[in-house]
Every structure is written in C-alpha cells, then in structure tokens.
C-alpha cells in the first residue's frame, strides 16, 4: 500500500517542502501505525522547516509536532489497543503524513465524538497553555495575566484555559486579532501601534502577576517590565526570530534563542524587584515527567466533550496543501490554529 507524505528538502521558505509518495511504514516491535486525520500546523513547524528550532530533526524530514489519528496496524507485542481507536500523540515531527508508526507509549486515547482539527488543536497548544498556567505560573482566580500573541494558536487557548482560571486578561495582538481576543475575555492591545509596557501600567497600575512571552529575544525584557514586583514572565517561544514567514536575522542559529533565555533567567535571579523569567518547554516537560502530558492532554479532552473550551480553526487545508498552510501561518494575522486534515476526516470518522 502506498501513501502520502511531505518532506522539508532544505532549511528555507515554504518552497522547501514536498509531497512525496512512497510504501506505507510498516510497525516494528512496540511500534502501531496510526492513519492520520488531522495534523497541526504551528509556528515550530515553520522555525524547523528554516532549521533554527532546536528539535529540527536532519534533513530530508517530514513536518508535524501534533496529530490525531486512528489505530491502524499493530506491531509484535502490542497489547491493550485495539485497530480503529481513535488516538492522539505529538511526534515532535512526523505528523505530515497519511500513516505514521509510532511507540504504544506515545499514544493517548481520544475521546469518540471530537471533531478531529478540534482535537488536535489540544495537543500542542492547549497542553503548552495549560501546563504554562497550572504547572510554570501556578495560577490563581483574581490574578492578572498579559498574554502576547493572544489571537494565535497557542494564545487563544491561553485566553480560553485563562478564563475558566478566574484571570485577568490583557492580549497583545494586531488590529485583525482584537475582536477574538475581546470575545475570549481578554483586553485587547495592538502590539503594532501601541507601547504595550505602557499600556498595561495604565490599564493594571503596578503591572500584572504573569506574562506568558512566546516572541522570544529582547521582548521577554520589556515583558518583565510589565510585571509587578514578585511577577514572573514565562517565556516560552521564538516568534521574533520569523519575520514574514521567513528567517528574521538571515542567520540559522539553533541554540541562539536559548542562550538569550539563559541571559534573561539570569537576569531575573540577579536584578532587583523579585521579577522572574522562567522557560517552559513542552517537549523537555514530556520528556521528564510524560505521565503530565497524558494526564493534562486527557484532561483537556473532556473539557472539550464538556464543551467548555471551543479551538479556533482558522483553516483547514488537504495535506496536499501543506505549503500554503505554511504560507498562510507565515503570513501573520492568522486567528487560531491551521490544520492539516487527511483521510476524509469528519466528526465521526474513525470514532472509537
Ligand atoms: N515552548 C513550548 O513548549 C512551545 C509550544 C508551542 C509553541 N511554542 C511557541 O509559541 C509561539 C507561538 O506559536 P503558535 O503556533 O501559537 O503561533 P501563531 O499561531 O502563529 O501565533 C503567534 C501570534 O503572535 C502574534 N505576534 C507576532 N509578533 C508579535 C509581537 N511582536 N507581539 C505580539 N504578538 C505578536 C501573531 O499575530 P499577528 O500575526 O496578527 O501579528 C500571532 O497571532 C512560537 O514561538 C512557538 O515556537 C512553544
């Protein structure tokens, strides 16, 4: 049997990925093939297609951090899942593909019912705003919150998962991202046009208790200047390095994002006024403790059942169409998350 999947030829533009068609893997021991039906399309995907994300596999590889499928095939000693469950898992890369195999360990149980682009909307970026929130800020109802890139993939869950905290919202955003962010509680304010350190001292006087930073670089140091005394920024993202989809600086260094972290954690430990940096990482968070991951993605799941969280889908595109996915995504103003949908995913297909 043959598929489809879509590989990044080069560190470059979106011009740098392809569809190829070739033999559908076949699991190894400990291994299940999933046939995809919704991949995620987020900014680490662009940030490893221009090879500056620290978890860019080598090259030739195929794209995709988050996927929702269905149990496929199973491979020798596999046991406790059955083929035509319905599963989730964030390969870090991969998920680009109509069929992928991967560790039973990876898996996690995806409700039947969910809409496949909703469910995956979880896996990344509601686990990345939910573990930021509960795990990296620990969050109180009354606390007041500035969440930059608010209309975004992951900004929007943070609004959504923010809300039924108890906090308050400010969101940065461009004048086309205001309207979501309003309608997901939060305030908000126009990066573009307005000094945000400002804003938010005339908005909250002495500052606000967190700053979730997913722009990176010298912005984490004007975020921490929008706390108040005792307030931390979590900083977990480098948006500032794409400018117009593509490389900002022209040059590819993996670790220079995290070296400013480094600077800037420091930073906060050192300089008056008790205002920490702290970093979140998703992938190392997983690697260290992976019974959270499961437990907060499966949490998150059944507030989407519950209805009490809503994804914003901005499009969906055939895999096909995976550059113009990426174009779109590299373009800004995007509100909410791109995804991938495969294998005439609807609502039910595939349900467990
Ligand atoms: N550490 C982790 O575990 C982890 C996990 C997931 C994602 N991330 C990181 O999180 C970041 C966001 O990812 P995403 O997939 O949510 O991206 P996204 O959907 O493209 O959202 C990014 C948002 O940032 C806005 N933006 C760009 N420059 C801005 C600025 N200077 N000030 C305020 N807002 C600005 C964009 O709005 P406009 O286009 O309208 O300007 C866009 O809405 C990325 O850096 C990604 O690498 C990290």
Same mark, same amino acid.
Not at 199 to 207: D, F, P, T, Y
């Given at each position: 049997?043959?598929?489809?999947?879509?590989?990044?030829?080069h560190?470059?533009?979106?011009?740098?990925?392809?569809?190829?068609?070739?033999?559908?893997?076949?699991?190894?021991d400990?291994?299940?093939?999933?046939?995809?039906? =919704?991949?995620?399309? %987020?900014?680490?995907?662009?940030l490893?297609?221009?090879?500056?994300?620290?978890?860019?596999?080598?090259?030739p590889?195929?794209?995709g951090?988050?996927?929702?499928?269905?149990?496929?095939?199973?491979?020798d000693?596999?046991?406790?899942?059955e083929?035509?469950?319905?599963?989730?898992a964030?390969?870090?890369?991969?998920?680009y593909a109509?069929?992928?195999c991967?560790?039973?360990r990876? !898996?996690?149980?995806?409700?039947?019912?969910?809409?496949?682009a909703?469910?995956?909307s !979880?896996?990344?970026?509601?686990?990345t705003?939910?573990?930021?929130?509960?795990? %990296?800020?620990?969050?109180?109802?009354?606390?007041?919150?500035?969440?930059h890139?608010?209309?975004?993939?992951?900004g929007?869950?943070?609004?959504?998962?923010?809300?039924l905290?108890?906090?308050?919202?400010?969101?940065?955003?461009?004048?086309?991202?205001?309207?979501?962010?309003?309608?997901l509680?939060?305030?908000?304010?126009?990066?573009?046009?307005?000094?945000?350190?400002?804003e938010?001292h005339?908005?909250?006087?002495?500052?606000?208790?967190?700053?979730?930073?997913?722009?990176?670089? *010298?912005?984490?140091?004007?975020s921490?200047k929008?706390?108040?005394?005792?307030?931390?920024?979590?900083?977990?993202?480098?948006?500032?390095?794409?400018r117009?989809?593509?490389?900002?600086?022209?040059?590819r260094?993996?670790?220079?994002?995290?070296?400013?972290?480094?600077?800037y954690?420091?930073?906060?430990?050192?300089?008056?006024?008790?205002k920490?940096?702290?970093?979140?990482?998703i992938?190392?968070?997983?690697r260290?403790?992976?019974?959270?991951?499961?437990?907060?993605?499966? =949490?998150?799941?059944?507030?989407l059942?519950?209805?009490?969280?809503?994804?914003?889908?901005?499009?969906?595109?055939?895999?096909?169409?995976?550059?113009?996915?990426?174009?779109?995504l590299?373009?800004?103003?995007? *509100?909410?998350?791109?995804? !991938?949908?495969?294998?005439?995913?609807?609502?039910?297909?595939?349900?467990a």
């Amino acid at each position: 049997m043959r598929h489809t999947r879509i590989i990044v030829t080069h560190y470059g533009g979106p011009d740098a990925l392809r569809v190829v068609e070739e033999e559908c893997p076949e699991p190894k021991d400990g291994e299940v093939r999933v046939r995809v039906l =919704a991949a995620g399309v %987020s900014l680490p995907d662009l940030l490893m297609r221009e090879g500056v994300h620290p978890e860019t596999p080598p090259l030739p590889f195929t794209p995709g951090w988050d996927l929702v499928g269905v149990v496929d095939r199973l491979g020798d000693g596999i046991s406790g899942i059955e083929p035509g469950q319905r599963v989730a898992a964030l390969p870090i890369s991969g998920a680009y593909a109509e069929f992928v195999c991967l560790p039973q360990r990876e !898996l996690v149980p995806v409700p039947s019912g969910l809409d496949a682009a909703e469910a995956v909307s !979880l896996v990344l970026n509601y686990v990345t705003a939910y573990q930021m929130l509960h795990r %990296s800020a620990h969050v109180r109802p009354g606390q007041r919150a500035l969440i930059h890139g608010a209309a975004g993939g992951v900004g929007s869950a943070l609004l959504q998962l923010g809300r039924l905290a108890g906090l308050e919202m400010y969101g940065t955003c461009s004048l086309r991202g205001a309207p979501a962010v309003s309608d997901l509680g939060g305030i908000p304010i126009d990066y573009q046009h307005l000094d945000f350190v400002k804003e938010i001292h005339r908005l909250a006087s002495e500052g606000v208790d967190v700053v979730f930073d997913g722009i990176g670089g *010298t912005h984490m140091w004007r975020s921490r200047k929008a706390l108040r005394p005792a307030g931390r920024v979590v900083a977990y993202g480098l948006t500032s390095s794409l400018r117009g989809g593509r490389l900002a600086s022209g040059r590819r260094h993996r670790y220079h994002g995290i070296a400013i972290f480094g600077l800037y954690i420091a930073g906060g430990w050192l300089l008056p006024g008790r205002k920490r940096v702290v970093p979140y990482s998703i992938q190392w968070l997983k690697r260290l403790r992976p019974a959270l991951f499961r437990q907060d993605l499966i =949490a998150l799941f059944a507030l989407l059942q519950q209805q009490k969280i809503k994804p914003l889908i901005a499009q969906r595109f055939p895999l096909a169409e995976a550059r113009h996915a990426h174009e779109l995504l590299g373009k800004g103003g995007v *509100t909410g998350k791109i995804v !991938l949908v495969l294998n005439g995913s609807s609502l039910e297909s595939g349900a467990a």
